[in-house]
């Protein structure tokens, strides 16, 4: 079965700091993953996806996350948090078959303080 | 850019009544999803269309639950009756094809009193 471990509920971290924030994954098949971030009253908002390319993903407002096979992992980064990082990050696999919808982690809420 | 469009955006019912959403997706879209995401939870999948046909209801809780897709469009989702454990926020998502990345609207909040 397909699931994804989203390994902090909450992550604080100062404006300009990095941000980590931790996703172990479980699945049978080579896996699609993915990070959505859900800003408050909004809908989700691709960040990136993994689908067996480059290990190395780059999405977009300078996140980026390393697939780790080794370590079933799959971490989202950014070099310097800004203020509007704050938000609500979900860690996402898919089996890839066609038909076969996502699966959420639990999310990590993302705080930034100035 | 192109969006899911869903309404509507909140709703309030008292428990045992119907109550209804409705998500257009993104034109030319042939998967359509509905997921329900509880107050601190990840959105759980509730139903996923291709085209007008149901390719996954095994999360719907069918004897109170519906959605149809009727043209392969826009589509609905129905709850009746309601229980108090149905408030959660309802997302619709679409994509090109079922391997492309999903796109989400807005939501739809439902709180039921």
């Known amino acids: 079965a397909q699931s994804v471990t989203q390994l902090d509920s909450h992550v604080s971290v100062s404006e300009g700091t990095p941000v980590l924030l931790r996703c172990n994954y479980s699945s049978s098949y080579s896996p699609s993953l993915f990070w959505y971030v859900q800003h408050p009253n909004k809908g989700l908002q691709l960040l990136l996806k993994?689908?067996?390319?480059?290990?190395l993903v780059k999405g977009i407002n300078g996140f980026e996350a390393e697939f780790k096979k080794s370590e079933t992992s799959f971490h989202l980064t950014k070099p310097s948090a800004h203020m509007s990082d704050a938000a609500e990050y979900f860690c996402?696999?898919?089996?890839?078959?066609?038909?076969?919808?996502?699966?959420f982690g639990k999310g990590t809420t993302l705080s930034v303080s100035s | 850019e192109a969006e899911v469009a869903q309404s509507p955006r909140y709703k309030i019912t008292e428990k045992s009544q119907a109550v209804a959403f409705w998500c257009d997706p993104i034109s030319g879209h042939a998967t359509l999803y509905w997921y329900r995401q509880i107050l601190g939870q990840g959105p759980e999948l509730l139903v996923q269309f291709q085209d007008e046909s149901v390719v996954d209801d095994s999360q719907l809780p069918k004897d109170r639950f519906s959605a149809e897709r009727l043209k392969g469009v826009d589509s609905t989702l129905k709850i009746q009756p309601a229980e108090l454990g149905d408030s959660a926020m309802y997302l619709c998502?679409?994509?090109?094809?079922?391997?492309?990345?999903?796109?989400f609207g807005n939501g739809t909040r439902l709180t039921v009193t």
């Open positions: 993994y689908t067996s390319a480059a290990t």
């Open positions: 996402v696999v898919s089996v890839g078959q066609a038909g076969t919808a996502l699966i």
């Open positions: 998502a679409s994509s090109l094809e079922a391997s492309s990345p999903l796109h």
